[in-house]
């Protein structure tokens, strides 16, 4: 799946299939019906406000490769995260089983991700499986289609082993989305005569969706054709951009908190760019691309970054004290590189935040601190004359060695 990384601290914002179904079938596109469940004493009546005989129970968490995901408890059974029922009492049997129960999949990492929604949906009859998504393509500055009729499958593994199976192409934003383009989408699910119809429509209806609601990334997988002849999206995965939301309230309602780490949440409140990541050494820096830079050389002496965190270039002291108290709240956190390189950014409001941060939390791992730039003198004084266990660094590679022998030693 293409799908960008969850979480509040990217650039996107993601939500559930069912919201996501929702919303596409405000633009008239033809979805399977279905009901969410919160708790299991409701499965019972969402399946049986459905069509039936056959209903399909679906996890509802941020994360693909659900329907071959295993449960962490014993007592969730070993069916997946997706499953067949045949009546509504093993449609509530389910419910009980997956709802609380740890959900792990190739996306969610080891963790894995509690259930705490379900979606209830009518069984379809599926003839064929196809794949189609939409996203920005950043080469060309265009909404892109990216159409396959190898559905229900890791895309990248088509990518990989049968890249001709795989047609795409741009919108040029001065025409919009065109006739010729549904033709392009049906062409390449080799479709044609009234579901070829059905897909030229579709692809108007999903391209009016993704630039109406600002999405991100629209992924369709798998789109389906049923025994009847009818052209249904399966399950979807939408991403917005989350510059964008202040335009779409009804979008930002939909948000999940419970999906997202609770780190990245609190440092959305402060306007900074966070992204929790597996290693033991947290930072903080100024600029995405000193932030990579930093991340790269603490990997080089052998350790790895906790996290991603660009403070922005006009921080105030109370912003970085906020983001030094995030980095510090990551139990993982064994060392801490602040790496700062001052334009419009001033080093002694770093400084400041930094010892301001320190004295309200404690430290009890190693800093290091490297500033380099504007008011540059003034800030190390400030941490100099601090009284705190704070080591100076002169450049990168410096800092760089220090936290990582610190923490090692440690």
Same mark, same amino acid.
């Given at each position: ?6 979480? #509040?601290? #990217? ?25 969410? &469940?919160?708790?299991?004493?409701? /499965? +019972? ?28 408890? *014993? ?19 389910? /419910? ?5 129960? =740890? ?37 060309? #500055? ?24 795989? &047609? ?5 934003? /001065? !025409? ?26 579709? !692809? *108007? ?27 249904? &999206? ?36 402060? +306007? ?20 990579? *830079? ?15 965190? +660009?403070?922005?270039?006009?921080? #105030? ?20 590189? &602040? ?34 730039? =504007? ?36």
């Amino acid at each position: 799946m293409w799908s960008p990384p969850a979480g #509040s601290g #990217s650039d996107y914002m993601n939500i559930h299939e069912y919201q996501a179904k929702a919303l596409l079938n405000e633009f008239g596109v033809a979805i399977s019906k279905g009901v969410p &469940v919160l708790k299991a004493a409701d /499965a +019972d009546a969402a399946a049986k406000a459905l069509p039936g005989p056959v209903w399909v129970v679906k996890s509802q968490i941020h994360a693909g490769g659900r329907g071959k995901g295993k449960f962490k408890e *014993a007592s969730a059974g070993d069916k997946g995260g997706v499953r067949i029922a045949k009546s509504a009492a093993e449609v509530s049997e389910f /419910a009980k089983q997956m709802l609380g129960a =740890t959900l792990v999949t190739i996306q969610t990492g080891p963790a894995g991700k509690q259930v705490n929604r379900l979606y209830i949906e009518d069984g379809s009859d599926i003839d064929k499986e196809f794949y189609l998504s939409i996203l920005v393509d950043r080469e060309t #500055s265009r909404v892109s289609f990216v159409v396959s009729t190898e559905g229900g499958v890791n895309i990248e593994d088509v990518a990989h082993n049968s890249p001709e199976k795989i &047609v795409t192409f741009s919108i040029d934003p /001065a !025409t919009g989305i065109m006739g010729h383009h549904g033709r392009t989408v049906a062409d390449a699910l080799k479709l044609s005569g009234d579901l070829a119809k059905q897909a030229e429509k579709l !692809t *108007a209806q999903l391209y009016a969706a993704f630039v109406a609601k600002d999405m991100s990334m629209l992924e369709i997988n798998p789109l389906v054709v049923t025994k009847q002849g009818q052209l249904r &999206v399966l399950d979807a995965k939408v991403s917005f951009d989350d510059n964008a939301l202040f335009r779409h309230p009804e979008v930002l309602a939909l948000r999940d908190e419970t999906e997202e780490d609770a780190k990245e949440i609190e440092a959305s409140k402060h +306007d900074l760019n966070y992204v929790t990541l597996d290693g033991n050494i947290g930072c903080m820096v100024n600029g995405a691309g000193l932030a990579m *830079a930093t991340m790269d050389i603490i990997k080089l002496y052998g350790m790895a970054p906790a996290n991603f965190l +660009d403070v922005g270039g006009s921080a #105030s002291k109370e912003k970085v004290a906020a983001a030094f108290k995030i980095i510090t709240a990551d139990p993982n956190v064994k060392g801490i590189l &602040v790496n700062i390189f001052g334009g419009i950014m001033k080093c002694d409001v770093i400084a400041e935040g930094v010892t301001a941060a320190v004295r309200e939390v404690g430290l009890s791992v190693p800093l290091v601190v490297r500033l380099e730039g =504007t008011n540059v003198e003034l800030g190390k004084k400030i941490i100099r004359e601090s009284g705190l266990n704070v080591v100076p660094a002169d450049n990168l590679d410096d800092a760089a060695q220090k936290i990582v022998k610190a923490v090692k030693e440690g």
